[in-house]
């Protein structure tokens, strides 16, 4: 029973928790066009990167599998089998790379903040970008190496956006369609990275208390995420994240 005691972590800490996961459900939900990419860089403020990683994948999960009920019926397979065989040479890609730098958190630190400058820099530009590809599909190879940086990044911060939407919005699927795609992706994604983080050692009974208690904040998320992206526009909501996202990725670099 003492490897489920509750681990002695600050006030900053479960306020950061709160915040991030219900942040990551509303993503999960399909709202917020990759939001989730705050979580781990947030968490990484209060607690190292590799363990912030660690407590959040299981919470990921969970809110895949609330997320897969409303979305399983509607994805694009072939984007799927594009994407996927990339994404597992990407999480073993990052698994090495967290092995490497789980010792050295400072330098992983500076790399997770770096990863969080470039995706708000993606962000900024993505109209350019997918204005320059127009409304197709890009070439399998192409998918494939961008499958693999999604599973670099979903490995590293829980964040494979960026790469999968240059692959999956120039197809111009209907929101549903595209919402479900991304779902069940991730879903999948999140389960093969249970292997590089049981190799690591990251994943502790020790943590399995403070994920059933944020556990419900995840299904709220999930849920408010549902509601939102049904009856609101996102336009303000990510410009509000990415002002926080901004800072974040500052501190992770100069603290």
């Known amino acids: 029973m003492h490897n489920l005691a509750l681990p ?31 979580a781990t860089p947030l968490l990484a ?4 990167v590799p363990a912030a990683a660690a407590l959040l994948l299981p919470l990921l999960i969970i809110a895949d599998m609330i997320s897969l009920r409303h979305y399983y019926r509607s994805f694009d397979r072939q984007s799927l089998q594009v994407l996927l065989p990339g994404a597992v040479l990407g999480t073993a890609i990052a698994a090495f790379v967290f092995d490497y730098f789980s010792q050295h958190d400072r330098l992983l630190r500076v790399g997770i903040g770096i990863l969080v400058l470039g995706f708000i820099l993606f962000q900024l530009t993505r109209a350019l970008i997918f204005g320059a590809l127009g409304q197709r599909r890009l070439p399998a190879p192409i998918g494939f190496l961008l499958g693999t940086g999604a599973g670099f990044t979903s490995t590293l911060v829980h964040a494979g956006s960026p790469f999968a939407n ?9 929101r549903e369609r595209f919402v479900g795609t991304t779902v069940l992706l991730y879903a999948i994604m999140n389960l093969i990275k249970l292997i590089p983080y049981s190799y690591l050692g990251l994943l502790r009974i020790g943590n399995l208390t403070t994920i059933l208690l944020l556990a419900p904040v995840a299904y709220i998320g999930v849920r408010l995420g549902i509601y939102m992206n049904r009856h609101f526009t996102d336009y303000w909501f990510h410009r509000i994240v990415y002002v926080l996202l901004f800072i974040t990725g500052l501190q ?3 603290r």
Do not use: N
């Open 252 to 254: 992770l670099i100069l």
């Open 8 to 38: 002695e972590y600050s006030l900053a800490f479960w306020i950061t928790a709160v915040f991030a996961v219900t942040i990551l459900g509303m993503d999960k939900a399909g709202f917020g066009g990759g939001i989730g990419f705050v």
């Open 166 to 174: 240059i692959y999956l919005l120039p197809q111009a699927m209907p």
């Open 45 to 48: 403020l209060t607690i190292p």
